[in-house]
């Protein structure tokens, strides 16, 4: 009769209430086969990854994605261009102090593999010092280097270098060095650019599971006054209600009213 290896997986996570639910059906159904499974995130985001049944361990900033940056928009070197949003949210001083930590987490726990939330790099990098075997899980499509720079805004390797240099790593020429060596994804294969996986593809059922209804609303919501907010519904759904008021003007061009797949007309409160 044949027997599974035990293994300890450890999981980097952004701190966002967006990020957590894709990612718990991964960490149970590997803890189901026997694994040990962790999760690093931002010590602000522990207690929500301990409520959803998962051990975790706070590493890096203290800060949450729904407060915004966590990085001032101010540049961290003289004479450079400011950071980028996304430079802001998910590299520069979020990555190195998350990788400063993820070192001795790595050191301590001895994972056998690490699985990186995709727009969390700092897992990547001491990955690839510690020699630890890696890989990404999509909460959508894939994130490759291409996308950062085109659909996103990431201006340049940069804060990637840094990152690398802030671990003791030298620059890599494989521009998408932070996937590792497996990409496990719950979309068709070829949806998005049309390109090979970088190392091996895993494609699994995409699974869903219920979001806390304590899920703290965004600051930020609450200033959409004129806009539509548009989301896959994992996130914030219980707000919908409160996000759909009756509008009270209507101007050409602008739309008064948040909308979101998961909060119909029906839905609306009277």
């Known amino acids: 009769m044949a027997t599974t290896t035990r293994r300890r997986v450890l999981i980097t996570l952004q701190p966002g209430d967006g990020h957590l639910p894709p990612m718990l059906p991964l960490s149970r159904a590997l803890r189901a086969a026997g694994h040990e499974v962790v999760f690093a995130t931002s010590p602000t ?40 949003l996304f430079e ?14 993820l070192l001795d987490v790595v050191d301590d726990l001895e994972p056998d593999v690490i699985v990186r939330d995709p727009v969390e790099f700092a897992g990547a990098a001491v990955a690839t010092r510690r020699g630890v075997p890696l890989a990404t899980f999509e909460l959508t499509f894939p994130i490759d280097h291409h996308v950062m720079t085109s659909t996103g805004d990431l201006r340049d390797d940069t804060e990637l ?12 020429v494989d521009p998408d060095w ?34 806390p209804t304590d899920t703290p609303e965004p600051s930020w919501l ?32 602008r739309v008064s009213r948040r909308s979101s797949p998961a909060a119909t007309p029906s839905r609306r409160p009277a």
């Open 161 to 172: 270098h840094r990152l690398r240099d802030r671990v003791g790593l030298p620059p890599s």
């Open 222 to 253: 609450a200033g959409l006054d004129h806009a539509v907010y548009v989301t896959f519904g994992t996130v914030f759904a219980q707000a919908f209600p409160r996000c759909w008021p009756r509008p009270r003007s209507v101007h050409p061009g």
């Open 178 to 211: 932070f996937l590792g060596q497996l990409q496990i994804g719950t979309l068709p294969a070829g949806y998005g650019a049309a390109t090979e996986p970088h190392g091996r593809r895993l494609t699994i059922g995409a699974h869903t599971t219920a979001t």
């Open 88 to 101: 802001r949210l998910f590299l520069g001083e979020v990555a190195a102090r998350m990788a400063d930590d």
């Open 45 to 84: 985001f522990v207690s929500r990854v301990e409520a959803a049944g998962e051990r975790a361990i706070g590493a890096g900033l203290g800060w949450l994605l729904s407060n915004g940056p966590a990085q001032p928009a101010e540049p961290l070197h003289p004479g450079e261009h400011p950071p980028t």
